[in-house]
């Protein structure tokens, strides 16, 4: 509640797009709870902050998470993993309990992709996915260099990237989606992350006056862009199972009430637990822009913005997250995440796996995202439990 104090909107939720002075406040705030905690404070030139408890010997088991936000988002979604994390670390240090390795709580930079593209930004350039020049180089929605950004709110970091391996890694993290409520189960084992497809298409038509120009005569951007949001809709329910798709912008020039317009621009987020699927799906999309170009007298371009296949986490890690769950006395299921988050990225390099905590009403990224504190301590205890697990596990 001290964090959703910062950048608050309407609703109760906040608005903390990355790199902002909003992000910086943020930041500043978890480094100082970070630094009471006798943590060392690391930070990498991508603005990737990791706090370490540096107890135990060997590679730290790692937790953590991300705290931009979207423009309209909640007070849970990442920052729970992060001071859950720091929850941890001060209930042993309280306890007197010292781990065999080493804690170390991550706070991804531009996880939410909000504001930079593509999302999981930090951590991708932390596990070695994305160069680091390249990354400084991507420009904001609103025209700053990232890079800049980081320079000017005082976190780009002297860490090399890509950083260093941890022993393991687990996020805790809100569902975001209804799943755990509607079965009346309160913890996720995750089992792995959909994959996603990101793609900016732009439509290119001819601007010409509402009343004089026949309908069939028309070269109109707006109605090719209405098209493709109900073709991919279609595809969804064509392809069942995980499928989903989703248009969630659109721009259209001029945006005037009496002018066929002449370019329109949208999104389309297309995802799959089943890459083979999803590259099925991304095939039938390209399949259909040239059509409708064709009809349409349009033309039409396509810009990819991000792509991750599906990622399965480390079997031995979700073995942990469910029977420490069920050990504590919770109802558990194993299920995929929807959404994309950092413990994916890591998965590249570490043994991974993610803890998810019940959304009430399915709700996120909107002011109204709200989790029940019974369930935020219980998702607490059992990323505690299974940090300490994983500082005895051998991984070979």
Not at 36 to 58: E, F, P
Not at 79 to 98: D, I, S, W
Request: proline share 5%.
């Amino acid at each position: 509640m001290a964090l959703a104090e910062i950048s608050p909107i309407d609703g109760g939720g906040n608005c903390r797009l990355a790199l902002t002075d909003e992000d910086k406040l943020g930041r500043d705030l978890v480094v100082s709870w970070m630094r009471d905690l006798s943590m060392d404070v690391q930070i990498d030139a991508i603005g990737n902050v990791i706090g370490t408890w540096r107890v135990g010997s060997g590679l730290p088991v790692m937790t953590g998470s991300h705290i931009d936000t979207v423009r309209t988002g909640g007070k849970y979604d990442g920052n729970y993993g992060v001071l859950a994390g720091l929850e941890v670390v001060e209930t042993l240090q309280r306890e007197g309990f010292t781990p065999q390795r080493p804690l170390s709580v991550a706070i991804f930079t531009d996880e939410e992709g909000a504001r930079f593209a593509p999302d999981m930004l930090g951590s991708l350039v932390y596990v070695g996915g994305l160069p680091l020049e390249e990354a400084l180089d991507i420009p904001a929605i609103d025209g700053p260099r990232l890079g800049d950004e980081l320079e000017r709110i005082g976190y780009a970091g002297s860490m090399p990237c890509p950083g260093a391996s941890p022993h393991a890694f687990v996020e805790l993290h809100i569902e975001q989606g209804p799943l755990l409520e509607a079965n009346g189960v309160r913890i996720g084992s995750v089992t792995g992350v959909q994959g996603i497809s990101w793609q900016e298409v732009t439509i290119i038509g001819q601007s010409n006056h509402a009343g004089t120009t026949p309908m069939n005569l028309r070269h109109d951007p707006m109605y090719v862009a209405s098209e493709i949001v109900v073709f991919i809709r279609n595809l969804s329910r064509r392809f069942g199972g995980h499928q989903v798709c989703t248009s969630g912008k659109i721009d259209v020039h001029p945006n005037l009430i009496n002018v066929v317009p002449a370019k329109a621009t949208l999104t389309l987020d297309i995802r799959n637990t089943d890459n083979d699927e999803l590259k099925r799906a991304e095939a039938e999309v390209e399949q259909f822009l040239r059509e409708i170009a064709e009809r349409e007298g349009v033309t039409i371009s396509a810009k990819p913005l991000a792509r991750f296949d599906p990622v399965q986490f480390d079997e031995r890690v979700i073995s942990i997250v469910h029977e420490t769950a069920t050990q504590l006395g919770n109802t558990a299921q194993m299920m995929p995440s929807g959404a994309g988050h950092d413990a994916q990225m890591l998965a590249r390099v570490c043994p991974s796996g993610m803890i998810f905590v019940p959304s009430v009403n399915g709700i996120s990224h909107n002011a109204a995202e709200h989790t029940e504190a019974v369930d935020l301590q219980a998702g607490a205890d059992i990323l505690l439990h299974t940090m300490l697990s994983l500082t005895t596990a051998t991984f070979s």
